[in-house]
């Protein structure tokens, strides 16, 4: 991967767009990104993050947006970076989402992430994606690593590695795997884990299976189960089925002889109940046959009342039949003279006089007197004349009513017009009312229009600039923070004063004791070499074997375990002090800075200021709201008068319009209305007249059907009584009335039937019993003793039941014991392979767990496959450590648990430190300062070397490194810089972040970014 060219715009701490040319800064190999604490030098970094994945590393991804804080509201955050990767080169633009401000009225709103990804292709840049997810997708794949893998590879952060260098052996584990991407492993151990726990419990349950039929076969054959081998249960089944089978055999035989005894006394208790049964029934017989001969007289009595009632029940009919016919006849009369009586009613002028439809009035009246005096005689064949001059006057009738249908649809067009009349009578006075209200509001909106305008003009004279009010107010808010920040760095800085101050006397005290003991040591260095010295073997200073006055030194000089531990505390104080200034450097600087945003002005001021600049602000608010509001009233009022106007000229001509409508519409109802009063005579109008005359000939009609509806029924009752008459005689019976009193329902011929039949069936059972031959032999015969053979029988009965009982009970138990038996062998057949596959599968997680004795370093799998990676990590590092520790110190890998961590699950991943200078291994911890900073570099460039290889093989041409310069020598920055320089191999750029002034003068190449109050800014040196 090479990086071209990054441009950000309101990103981070940058305000405007600044661009950094990685090819210029490239051409010299090493190059350097430095500037002030807090300026944004790792905000560079994090902006290439931002472009190829969408987001930072860090904790700096909690941030909501990495939108600049300095930029101009409507400035849009953005970053594009070019590179080659691959022989690809691609171009990213991503843009984070943000609030921007709204393009009409107060507020912001959101801008949705956008991203998109180009490729150069034969000098044409082609679309790859606009979607920011795909885009991060693009950047794994082409890259092979996430943000996590990128950020150990191609920005080397220099503290994470010393805490890697220092870390437990777990806590290296969890980083290797990030890197790595080993948590295959690790979801293998997990698999085979949970595989080995899941053919445990098949062969659990395969066993307890086992385990229950054992049980079944213990309860069942009255056996305790054998403990032990599984296998063992089999050939104790199988000697447990053989005993039940033989005691089944032997009570088989025994319940046999019983059984037959008690057939044989079953049998001759069968026999005398048989004949105990025969003998009561022929008694029975005699007895019942004594009864029915005294009750023949009242069988006899039911026949001859069955009989009577079965012939009265033939004339019966006919004689309710002459009933209902002379009702009927009752019925006709009395709605003959009903009907005659209101046709007699009406008067004569009404039935037809005095009308103009020229019907006679004389003849139904005379009809309906002459049938009146003869209507009790029914069978005057001179009623059908009588009938005659009634529809005569029905037809009159109903001749007009057709004729005064016609003049109905006038009738309706009457109602119709006058309706039309009435509603343009209303419409007309309410257009009138409307247009004495519009001639009042156009004479009203003037002066109302008049004293808008002037609030209007008002108004606006109280308007100001929004824009400089809120530029203003911004301003003011901006002050107030800073001043706010000022007060509070003030208070910090004096803490960090005497912080810094106490830090550099203690750092001065532990180099002067250093200085002291080393001293001590070298004034004591012939002593020192004294006590070594043994007889008769070479001095290590002058090579003789004789020791004539070897030197003695003071009792309390220094050990070098004194001089180490002096020198450890010397180290610890100096990067203390460091820090400190640091601090002290780093707060100063914001200081300044937020005096300078502050302006000068304090806390108090800054408030009081914000509060009035917010006032403005609301005060131009205000004005402008009641402008437009006083701007909109004006418009409504002028829009009313036209309206007005309009208005009334409209209703003006529609009451013209009216006006005409209802003289033509008069007209037409006066000539319908002389019309309609000849045609309804001297009823209240038309509708009336039809309805009385077609009354009137219903009635007439009604009364002429009540007049046949009587003659018929007389000659129906008439015919009736001469079949009646007739009937009576044929069935035998002397009168009607005779045969009323015969006369019996079906229910109670029906019982009398049945006592008849119920008495002729017991005579004739009684007679079959008497009759049988064997029940006469039965009779001849003694009584037998059933009681006696009963209790016989019920002896042998519980004998039999007792052996039956025990004959079972065996040959159950023996069915039940060679079933079981069948089922324990095919059980154990069965959990043989579920045991074996749990016992290879348990080996295999165990031996990938480390908790096997096949497995003698008792290392997971995965700390096996990350100590592998380890190792070439180490082996990668120490080329480089060797140059920049000047061959002291070595990096050593070690599988023992105890190197660094006791943790079971980080077995494999120790690292010890040797040192050449005293043959010893140290534990990582025990390093200085500078000298963690020199193994944790080098330890971070080779895991680099290998993460490159594990991600594809292809090599990181652009590299960063950031901080932790500060803590070295002169000598060891300049053999770290020599290191770095030689990554320059194969045209890799390097790029340190740091902001150490001795950088500056040994690297040329520089990327400055300059702090100000309103943004930093970058600037390129190459």
């Known amino acids: 991967m090479r990086l071209h060219k990054l441009t950000v715009c309101a990103f981070g701490p940058f305000a405007g767009t600044e661009t950094v040319e990685f090819d210029r800064l490239g051409d010299g190999g090493l190059f350097l990104i430095h500037g002030p604490t807090g300026a944004g030098k790792t905000s560079v970094l994090d902006a290439v993050c931002f472009a190829l994945y969408g987001r930072v590393p860090g904790v700096r991804e909690a941030a909501r947006s990495p939108r600049s804080n300095h930029a101009s509201p409507g400035a849009a955050p953005e970053v594009t970076l070019e590179l080659t990767v691959r022989g690809r080169r691609l171009h990213f633009l991503r843009r984070p989402a943000w609030q921007r401000p709204k393009k009409r009225g107060s507020g912001t709103t959101e801008e949705k ?79 085979l884990s949970e595989h080995a726990r899941g053919l445990g419990h098949e062969a659990g349950r395969a066993e307890a299976a086992v385990g229950q039929t054992a049980d079944l076969v213990a309860e069942v054959g009255r056996s305790a189960r054998p403990e032990g081998d599984l296998e063992g249960l089999a050939p104790w089944a199988a000697e447990l089925a ?130 009146s005096s003869d209507a009790s005689d029914s069978a005057d ?92 107010l911004e301003l003011a808010r901006t002050r107030q923070d800073s001043a706010q920040a000022a007060q509070r760095l003030t208070d910090e800085l004096a803490q960090a004063e005497e912080r810094r101050r106490s830090r550099v006397d203690a750092a001065q005290a532990a180099r002067d004791r250093l200085q002291e003991i080393r001293r001590s040591r070298i004034e004591g260095m012939a002593a020192e070499l004294a006590e070594g010295l043994e007889a008769d073997r070479a001095c290590p200073v002058c090579g003789s074997a004789e020791h004539p006055a070897p030197a003695a030194g003071a009792a309390d000089r220094p050990s070098p375990a004194d001089e180490e531990a002096a020198t450890a505390a010397a180290d610890a104080a100096a990067a203390e002090r460091s820090t400190a200034e640091n601090t002290v450097a780093e707060l100063t600087a914001k200081l300044d800075a937020a005096r300078d945003t502050a302006g000068g002005m304090e806390a108090d001021a800054a408030a009081e200021l914000l509060e009035r600049r917010r006032a403005d602000l609301e005060r131009i608010g205000a004005a402008e709201a009641e402008a437009e509001r006083l701007a909109a009233e004006l418009q409504r009022i002028d829009t009313e008068v036209e309206k007005a106007r309009t208005d009334e000229a409209e209703l003006v001509r529609g009451i013209a319009e009216l006006e005409k409508v209802r003289e033509t519409k008069a007209a037409e109802a006066d000539r319908l209305t002389r019309t309609l009063d000849d045609a309804r005579g001297e009823d209240a109008d038309l509708a009336a007249r039809i309805s009385r005359l077609a009354d009137e000939a219903d009635l007439l009609k009604e009364a002429v059907q009540a007049l046949d509806d009587r003659s018929a029924a007389a000659g129906e009752l008439r015919a009736a009584e001469r079949e009646a008459r007739a009937a009576t005689a044929e069935a035998g019976f002397t009168g009607a009335h005779r045969v009323r009193a015969a006369e019996r329902g079906d229910d109670e011929r029906r019982r009398l039937r049945e006592r008849i039949r119920a008495h002729d069936d017991q005579a004739a059972a009684v007679r079959a019993v008497l009759d049988d031959a064997d029940l006469a032999a039965a009779g001849a015969l003694p009584a037998p003793d059933v009681a006696g ?45 579920a045991r074996r596959r749990h016992s290879v599968a348990d080996g295999l997680a165990r031996l990938a767990a480390g908790t096997s004795a096949d497995n003698r370093e008792s290392v997971r799998l995965s700390a096996y496959v990350l100590a592998a990676r380890l190792e070439q990590v180490v082996a990668a ?86 901080e932790g310069f500060g803590t070295l020598d002169e000598e060891t920055l300049e053999e770290v810089l020599e290191v770095l320089d030689s990554l320059r191999d194969g045209g890799r750029a390097v790029g340190v972040v740091s902001h150490v002034a001795d950088l500056r003068t040994r690297i040329t190449t520089r990327l400055t970014v300059v702090k100000t109050p309103t943004g930093s800014r970058l600037q390129q040196t190459a």
């Not at 037809?352 to 020229?358: K, P, Q, V």
Request: glycine share 8%.
């Open 113 to 191: 992430a956008k991203a998109v990804v180009t490729e150069l292709d034969e000098g044409t840049w082609r679309g790859l994606t606009n979607r920011p997810d795909e885009a991060g997708q693009i950047a794994r794949d082409v890259l092979g690593l996430s943000l996590d893998q990128f950020c150990q590879i191609a920005l080397l952060p220099q503290g994470d590695f010393a805490r890697f260098l220092r870390a437990k052996a777990h806590e290296r584990q969890a980083s290797l795997e990030r890197i790595f991407a080993t948590d295959v492993f690790t979801k293998v151990e997990k698999w």
């Open 242 to 371: 053989a005993v039940a089978a033989g005691t089944a055999d032997d009570t088989a035989r025994a319940a046999a002889a019983a059984l037959h005894d008690r057939d044989a006394a079953r049998r001759r208790l069968e026999e005398a109940r048989q004949l105990e049964l025969r003998q009561g029934r022929r008694a029975d017989a005699l007895r019942r046959r004594e009864e029915l001969a005294g009750r023949e007289p009242e069988r006899e009595e039911w026949a001859a009342e069955l009989d009577a009632a079965e012939r009265a029940a033939g004339v019966m009919p006919l004689l309710r039949t002459e009933d209902h016919r002379r009702s009927q006849v009752e019925k006709a009369e009395l709605a003959a003279a009903e009907r005659l009586g209101l046709v007699r009613a009406l008067a004569p002028g009404t039935a037809g006089g005095g009308d103009r439809s020229g019907a006679d009035a004389s003849g139904p009246s005379a009809a309906i007197a002459a049938d």
């Open 381 to 472: 064949p001179a009623g059908s004349a009588r009938r005659e001059p009634l529809s005569a006057a029905e037809r009159a009738r109903r001749d007009e009513v057709a004729k005064l249908e016609h003049l109905r649809g006038d009738a309706e067009r009457l109602r119709t017009v006058r309706s039309e009349i009435a509603a343009a009578d209303t419409e007309t006075a309410e257009a009138r009312r409307r247009v004495g209200e519009c001639r009042e509001r156009a004479a009203e909106l003037p002066e109302r229009r008049t004293r808008a305008a002037a609030e209007l003009d008002a108004a606006r004279g109280r308007t100001g600039s929004r824009e400089s009010a809120e530029e203003a």
């Open 789 to 833: 053979l009963s209790a016989a029988a019920e002896s042998a009965e519980g004998a039999a039941d007792h052996a039956v009982r025990w004959r079972d009970r065996f040959a159950e138990r023996a069915e039940r014991l060679t079933e079981l038996r069948a089922r324990l062998e095919h059980r154990l057949a069965e959990s043989r392979p």
């Open 877 to 962: 590092a120490n080329d480089r450590l060797t140059t920049m520790a000047g061959a002291r110190y070595e990096l050593r890998h070690t599988v023992d648990k105890s190197a660094g961590d006791r943790s079971h699950s980080g077995g494999g991943l120790g690292l010890r430190v040797l040192d050449a200078w005293t043959g010893q291994e140290r534990d990582p911890a025990t390093l200085s300062g500078g000298e963690t900073f020199v193994a944790s570099l080098a330890l971070a460039l080779g895991l680099g070397d290998v993460a490159a290889q594990e991600a594809g093989g292809h090599d990181m041409h652009t590299l960063f490194i950031d």
